[in-house]
């Protein structure tokens, strides 16, 4: 009887693609856990961001795992991604509520990089879609007042707060009602602006809590998330929450701000929606937000194009819901 032979290379080869997709399988399946407890460390929340990452990895590690090996591994390792799609999936499936009429707002959230992106750039991508108002997150004082706005029909409403080395800039098409706030334990701005949806005031907060890269860090973000759902529970009109958030939707942190306030996630139906980096070829996770409140909806979501920052503007057009 003939006996089939394998070369040495060639189970070599095989034995170590084995062994890549096991190490790949087992690794997504602990993020995959470890993101579930978020709330106890800032490394385990920071791995709840990459959930649509993980939910396409380990369906691929499980579908070739099975087609070489076939062995009961490639079924954990597809079970533990069908986890992440079912976390993934209101992004996509979740449509928002009907307008009840013509009115809207339009607003874009942009963090700039610290002044990276060119200010006549921005201005004439904004001229050309004139959204009612603009949140420029790390603005300078420098920059935004290289910003040639006199003849754009837009202009700056508010000023960088002294301590900061940058901060959020507002600029309107018309006088907007304006108030700096400091919250969190490192006393961040946000800016809070009265705005209209027809005959309906709304009240706009632009925020940008500080990256989660270190426990103290994190702590900063969530405790101004935790005294921003105060100020939202106290409003007595419609919500809107925008800025980069330094979060997910998967993130403990967004996920408890979320259940504080009951604002509604404007990216619920529009997709992944991934707003950085613009370093690499794919946008990975979406850090840029728009929440409002269940009185009104999403009619437009856009995540606009590369400016030279290293997030990408986020234009999000809300109006009032229909009962």
Same mark, same amino acid.
């Given at each position: ?215 103290? &860090? =994190?702590?900063?973000?969530? $405790? *101004?998330?935790?005294? !921003?759902?105060? +100020? ?40 992944? &929606? =991934?707003?950085?980096?613009? $370093? *690499?070829?794919?946008? !990975?996770?979406? +850090? ?36």
């Amino acid at each position: 009887m003939a006996v089939k032979k394998t070369s040495a290379m060639g189970s070599g080869m095989r034995t170590f693609l084995g062994l890549a997709l096991l190490t790949g399988g087992f690794l997504g399946t602990l993020a995959t856990n470890l993101a579930f407890f978020g709330s106890t460390s800032w490394f385990f929340d920071v791995l709840a961001n990459f959930r649509f990452q993980m939910a396409i990895g380990l369906i691929a590690i499980g579908l070739l795992y099975f087609l070489l090996f076939g062995r009961a591994a490639a079924f954990v390792f597809l079970a533990v991604g069908a986890v992440n799609i079912f976390l993934v999936a209101p992004m996509y499936m979740d449509r928002p509520a009907p307008a009840a009429g013509p009115e809207s707002i339009r607003i874009v959230s942009f963090n700039v990089a610290a002044g990276r992106a060119n200010p006549a750039d921005i201005l004439d991508w904004v001229t050309d879609a004139p959204p009612d108002l603009v949140f420029l997150l790390e603005s300078t004082e420098e920059w935004i007042a290289a910003m040639p706005t006199n003849g754009s029909g837009y202009s700056v409403g508010n000023e960088i707060p002294e301590d900061r080395a940058y901060g959020i800039s507002v600029l309107g098409r018309s006088a907007t009602d304006i108030e700096q706030l400091r919250l969190g334990t490192t006393r961040d701005p946000v800016v809070r602006v009265m705005a209209t949806i027809g005959d309906q005031a709304v009240a706009v907060y632009a925020v940008h809590p500080r990256p989660p890269d270190s426990p103290a &860090a =994190a702590e900063a973000r969530d $405790s *101004l998330f935790t005294e !921003l759902s105060g +100020l939202v529970a106290r409003e007595s009109i419609p919500v809107i929450v925008i800025g980069d958030f330094n979060a997910t939707p998967w993130s403990s942190t967004f996920r408890k701000f979320e259940s504080e306030t009951g604002l509604v996630n404007s990216q619920r139906g529009y997709g992944l &929606a =991934a707003t950085w980096p613009t $370093s *690499l070829p794919i946008r !990975l996770i979406p +850090l840029d937000h728009m929440m409002h409140s269940d009185s009104l909806t999403t009619i437009t979501r856009l995540v606009g194009p590369d400016l030279g920052s290293d997030h990408m503007p986020l234009t999000v057009e809300v109006s009032l819901a229909a009962p």
